[in-house]
């Protein structure tokens, strides 16, 4: 069924998870007219709650997924963690977009890494640890280095920074031994993020580079135009990320991380095969977002290069704002922020706020960067939030 068009107003969509991701996808392809449905075990998740259907089931469940096949054409996931097998089941009848085999590749760090290499694309130094003898044979040349669970990892979980081999070693059984490579520790300048949208025929559209922010591991900022790239880096980033997303003939939206080094080098870092954290500023300040994108990618419709037409930043929001110094609880000042100019806020209808956890971004846009920047750092200022950036 791939390369089927599916127009609005005539099929349902439907999206493996219920996260803020799922909801925001929700909301895109239902101002196009499509009707959703969302699979997630959560009675509660945001994306449910907003879809015109929930299908309550674990990601495994046959019955669950079967439901969800017989309501809807086409079937997207909202994080990289849905089984791939249950994509490649659901792919047997309907339109599935990304691809199960494109998605376990971005499961498994040591897949994702060969695949760069396969496809031309310069990453940190590293080894795959999934023995005793492999955790013996690794060089010295990698240490220090950041040791990295294989799956499930992301936000800066699972990972641990190791000075020596008896750090490697502490670290391996801290993880409980399970599969993880260990990256070389590079002096880092800039981390940058490219966002591309790819359909079944390989035609392929990108957001402008994207500079990043991350505190203790979780991104914090994003600036678009990037304030400190070179167009030609910026042309570098976005080659790769097209050549990494073809060899994959990946369809769907793409998020590549990269890092810049301090002498001047891009490596990539890892990727999403989904709508990311850093391209929420996309839906202030573009004329499509990465979601309208993923659904006109998923549904075979035309994609369209998107146009920057404001200079933004974004600011992730944590649950950490909804608690004081003491702990209580409380509101933050959104009517102060929101008498900002170019101020767009996006709570995600969690039920909750706990500290670490996303439960909203705010983005600022303006007629210049640093209009932008400045609007940012006084929003930031009332939000308590870090303004050294």
């Not at 994509?87 to 085999?101: F, H, I, K, N």
């Not at 914090?220 to 990320?241: D, M, Y």
């Not at 003491?326 to 170019?342: F, I, K, N, S, Y």
Request: aromatic share 4%; glycine share 8%.
């Amino acid at each position: 069924m791939a390369g089927k068009t599916l127009l609005p107003g005539e099929a349902t969509l439907g999206v493996m998870g219920g996260g803020q991701l799922g909801r925001m996808f929700v909301h895109a392809a239902q101002s196009l007219g499509y009707r959703t449905v969302v699979l997630d075990p959560d009675a509660d998740s945001p994306a449910g709650l907003v879809a015109h259907g929930h299908v309550q089931s674990g990601y495994l469940d046959e019955a669950g997924l079967q439901q969800l096949s017989a309501q809807c054409e086409a079937i997207t996931t909202e994080f990289e963690n849905v089984p791939a097998q249950a994509l490649e089941q659901l792919a047997q009848s309907r339109v599935v977009a990304p691809a199960g085999s494109a998605v376990a590749i971005c499961q498994d760090r040591a897949a994702e890494k060969a695949h760069f290499a396969a496809s031309g694309v310069a990453c940190a130094p590293y080894a795959v640890i999934n023995s005793e003898a492999a955790l013996q044979a690794v060089s010295e040349d990698l240490l220090p280095g950041i040791l990295k669970t294989t799956r499930m990892g992301y936000d800066g979980k699972g990972q641990v920074r190791v000075r020596s081999r008896a750090e490697l070693a502490a670290a391996w059984a801290e993880l409980k031994q399970v599969d993880c490579v260990l990256e070389q520790m590079l002096p880092l300048a800039l981390e940058l993020s490219v966002i591309s949208a790819r359909n079944a025929q390989g035609e392929i559209v990108q957001f402008p580079v994207q500079q990043n922010l991350h505190i203790d591991g979780i991104l914090a900022v994003t600036q678009v135009p990037a304030p400190a790239v070179s167009e030609a880096l910026q042309a570098e980033a976005l080659a790769s990320a097209a050549r990494i997303a073809a060899s994959m003939n990946y369809v769907g939206v793409l998020c590549v991380e990269f890092f810049v080094l301090q002498d001047g080098r891009l490596i990539v870092n890892e990727m999403a095969p989904r709508p990311h954290n850093s391209g929420h500023y996309t839906m202030n300040a573009c004329d499509v977002s990465q979601f309208d994108l993923q659904v006109r990618a998923m549904a075979g419709l035309p994609l369209r290069q998107p146009r920057l037409h404001s200079p933004t930043v974004m600011l992730n929001l944590l649950g950490d704002l909804w608690f004081d110094a003491q702990g209580v609880e409380r509101t933050p000042p959104w009517d102060a922020v929101l008498a900002l100019p170019g101020t767009h806020l996006h709570l995600y209808g969690k039920s909750s706020a706990r500290v670490g956890r996303k439960i909203g971004h705010l983005n600022i846009t303006a007629a210049t960067a640093e209009q932008a920047e400045a609007l940012a750092r006084q929003a930031a200022a009332l939000l308590g939030l870090p303004t050294a950036w």
